[in-house]
């Protein structure tokens, strides 16, 4: 399976943005997906994440009551809905999918997106 993100850009603190994650190559029936994002200088952290199977969500503190993370089951894609952007948001934000027992841990995805930048200004 093939990643590939979109959706990324510029906005200004307080907008909104929507990325997609589309798979191709396979479909992700019993795979979880992930959201992670890193920012310059930082690791890569974790930001959401869904079990395509059952739908459950998972999220990253700080952006619990901002971020939704759906999914599409006839387009085979994730979608990671973005509200009220902060500048601490910018990074570039990747997907990933695999069997995750921990969900919320880059190591147990093995399949990434190359990413998209999300840059939020002041």
């Known amino acids: 399976v093939q990643l590939v993100e979109s959706g990324g850009g510029l906005v200004q603190a307080g907008g909104s943005l929507r990325l997609s994650c589309a798979a191709s190559?396979?479909?992700?029936?019993?795979?979880?997906i992930g959201w992670f994002r890193q920012a310059p200088g930082k690791e890569r952290e974790f930001v959401a994440a869904?079990?395509?199977?059952?739908?459950?969500?998972y999220y990253e503190d700080s952006v619990k009551g901002r971020f939704i993370i759906s999914r599409d089951n006839a387009k085979n894609t994730v979608y990671l809905q973005m509200t009220s952007l902060k500048p601490e948001d910018t990074a570039v934000y990747y997907c990933?999918?695999?069997?995750?027992?921990?969900?919320?841990?880059?190591?147990?995805?093995?399949?990434w997106g190359r990413g998209t930048q999300v840059t939020v200004s002041s």
């Open positions: 990933a999918t695999g069997t995750p027992l921990d969900m919320s841990r880059a190591n147990d995805y093995t399949i």
């Open positions: 190559g396979r479909t992700f029936s019993t795979y979880g």
């Open positions: 869904i079990r395509w199977s059952v739908g459950t969500t």
